[in-house]
């Protein structure tokens, strides 16, 4: 984001996400207290006009994307209390996660799981229901215990468990339709070392073995490489000690110079030829080798991305994992287009949030990748038809192109989220095209 503030207090700016997929220009707003966002909120009310709450802006879709003005929160102060005895954390939403992950270890606390990244804000990766893998732990939000927002009207309310029940059960995943989050407390845990496993499979094994692999294990996942029958397996386990910790140089050629470098060489390879893709997947699931250490939680569970892509990612009734893998293959298969990254699985535990992927049932994650300058709309739209025939409930924050009534039935709580979006944001001073297509009016 760039710009220069006016007189006005608005910044005339430009906008893009990470993947570059979603751009605007408008006016950015960036308030550095609370009263600051309410007094934009209101006058945004008064003057009927929208305003877009913004994270990092690592969502494929255009959920950030506003319409109007956005309101950028990485300078919000506010309270940062952190709870060591009862292990929880309130900060500004604006915080980024890997900002939250150091100061929760400085306090030997850690989040119980994360996802792939960890520089989403802490407001953003809730709002779309951001998740990692392990049967054992639902999506990031399931860890929030409260949360203060400033409603379409301008008020400040907070709610949890005890205090605004249903707003609770809405918020957590709000999708920037029901107010400013402005402040969130979060549940932990005591700071926890993994042991990393990494090894190539066959995918038959892994699929026979999978409810072994999924219970025994903290946090299991697989990438499968399209036009092979080859899996990367990824395997994280809670140990007492960091006794094994990468050496300096092979942490550097796995995840900086393999994962991205070679990664985007490959990739861009693929797109020029793309005949060798087949090859290309081949050869990659042959030459990932098997890797085993330890390290601090945040820093196995993510890792840097730089070769730019597009994703969309359907979570499933678990049961429906092997059908959805042969329909995606039955896919790949026959796309006039060659698929360039691996296919990422992942597993969740059930939890009782109204737009979390996971509510009411335990899920598996299927993402799908294409690399930047590839058509990637055939290939999600046809994955798409297989996972919503399987009751698939897409990410909100990855590409998808489901509309609210397609939604409504996914969804047992759709109508109650509604009623609560009416209740705080009844002028949609928060809407965007996105909120329109995925909500209604
Ligand atoms: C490389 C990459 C890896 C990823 N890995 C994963 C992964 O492992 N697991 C996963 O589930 N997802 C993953 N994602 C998706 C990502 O976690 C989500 O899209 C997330 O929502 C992005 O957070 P953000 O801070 O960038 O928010 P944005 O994308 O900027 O915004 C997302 C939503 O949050 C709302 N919002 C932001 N701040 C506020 C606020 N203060 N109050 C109210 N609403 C607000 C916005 O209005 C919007 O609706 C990945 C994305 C990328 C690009």
């Known amino acids: 984001m760039r710009g220069r503030t006016t007189p006005s207090g608005t910044t005339p700016a430009v906008w893009a996400n ?36 913004v994270g990092s802006g690592h969502s494929f879709t255009d959920i950030a994307r506003a319409d109007d003005q956005w309101l950028d929160l990485a300078a919000l102060t506010g309270r940062i209390h952190v709870d060591t005895e009862r292990r929880l954390v309130t900060v500004p939403a604006g915080m980024a996660l890997h900002t939250l992950n150091d100061l929760l270890a400085e306090h030997g606390l850690a989040l119980a799981n994360l996802g792939d990244i960890d520089v989403q804000t802490v407001a953003g990766a809730i709002s779309t229901g951001t998740h990692g893998t392990g049967a054992g732990y639902g999506c990031l939000s399931t860890f929030v215990t409260g949360l203060t927002l400033v409603t379409g009207t301008g008020e400040l309310l907070t709610c949890s468990e005890e205090v605004e029940p249903e707003i609770f059960a809405a918020a957590r995943v709000g999708l920037g339709a029901l107010g400013v989050i402005v402040e969130v407390t979060l549940r932990c845990v005591d700071a926890f070392v993994l042991r990393a496993e990494e090894r190539p499979a066959p995918l038959a094994a892994t699929l026979a073995d999978l409810p072994a692999l999924i219970a025994g294990n903290d946090h299991f996942e697989f990438y499968w490489f399209p036009y092979t029958d080859r899996v990367q397996v990824k395997i994280n386990n809670r140990v007492p000690t960091d006794d094994r910790p990468l050496p300096r140089f092979r942490g550097w050629l796995d995840d900086e110079f393999l994962a991205n470098s070679v990664f985007a060489g490959a990739c861009r390879l693929g797109r020029a030829a793309p005949a060798l893709v087949p090859t290309i997947h081949a050869v990659s699931a042959r030459a990932l080798t098997a890797r085993t250490y330890t390290a601090r939680s945040d820093r196995v569970f993510c890792t840097p991305r730089r070769v730019r892509f597009e994703e969309m990612e359907y979570a499933l009734p678990r049961a429906a994992l092997p ?15 060659r698929v360039l990254f691996p296919v990422e699985v992942r597993f969740t535990a059930p939890d009782d949030i109204w737009l979390s992927h996971g509510y009411g049932r335990e899920s598996a994650y299927i993402a799908v990748h294409q690399y930047v300058g590839v058509p990637a709309e055939p290939y999600f739209r046809a994955f798409e038809q297989v996972a919503t025939a399987l009751g698939g409930r897409p990410h909100w924050g990855k590409l998808h192109y489901r509309d609210a009534e397609s939604l409504a039935p996914a969804y047992p709580r759709f109508a109650d989220f509604l009623a609560v979006r009416d209740r705080l944001d009844p002028d949609r001073v928060f809407a965007n095209s996105y909120t329109e297509r995925v909500l209604g009016r």
Do not use: F, H, I, M
């Open 18 to 53: 990470w993947a570059g997929n979603q751009r605007t220009s408008g006016e950015a707003r960036r308030p550095s207290t609370v009263d600051e966002v309410v007094d934009t909120v209101r006058a945004a009310r008064t003057a009927a006009r929208r305003l877009k709450p």
């Open 323 to 337: 059908e959805a893998l042969a329909g995606l293959r039955r896919v790949v298969d026959n796309l006039p287009t």
